[in-house]
Nanobody
Framework: QVQLLDSGGGLVQAGGSLRLSCAAS??????MGWFRQAPGKEREFVAA????????YYTDSVKGRFTISRDYAKNTMYLQMNSLKPEDTAVYYC?????????????????WGQGTQVTVSS
C-alpha cells in the first residue's frame, strides 16, 4: 500500500523556520513535491525534487527561503522553510509521481499526503 505521511507543521512567528517531512512507503517515485493551499485559494506548487539526481524546482515566491531535499535511504523528503512570512500560511501537502518528467502541475501527481498546517503569525 502506497502511503505518504507528511508532518512538521506548526505555528511560528514571521522570520522563523520550520522543517516539513514526508515519509514515503509502498513504492519508489521519480519525483516528489510540496504543494500548499491557503484559505480561500487554490492549491499551488511550492517545490519538487527528482528522486534520482536531486534536481530541484521552486516557485518564485519561495526561492532563496525554502530548500527541498530527500534522504534516499529513508525514502523521505524534506522542506526546510526559513524566513517565513504570513503569506506562507497554508496547509502543505506532499505529493509524488511515477511519471518520467518532473512537473509543477498538481494533476500530474498520483499520490498525496494528508497535509500539515503551517501558520505564520505577523
Amino acid at each position: 500500500q502506497v502511503q505518504l505521511l507528511d508532518s512538521g507543521g506548526g505555528l511560528v512567528q514571521a522570520g522563523g523556520s520550520l522543517r516539513l517531512s514526508c515519509a514515503a512507503s509502498g513504492r519508489t517515485f521519480t519525483t516528489m513535491g510540496w504543494f500548499r493551499q491557503a484559505p480561500g485559494k487554490e492549491r499551488e506548487f511550492v517545490a519538487a525534487i527528482k528522486w534520482i539526481g536531486g534536481i530541484t524546482y521552486y516557485t518564485d515566491s519561495v526561492k532563496g527561503r525554502f530548500t527541498i531535499s530527500r534522504d534516499y535511504a529513508k525514502n523521505t523528503m524534506y522542506l526546510q522553510m526559513n524566513s517565513l512570512k504570513p503569506e506562507d500560511t497554508a496547509v502543505y501537502y506532499c505529493a509524488a509521481r511515477t511519471g518520467l518528467r518532473a512537473t509543477m502541475t498538481e494533476a500530474d501527481y498520483e499520490y498525496w499526503g494528508q497535509g500539515t498546517q503551517v501558520t505564520v503569525s505577523s
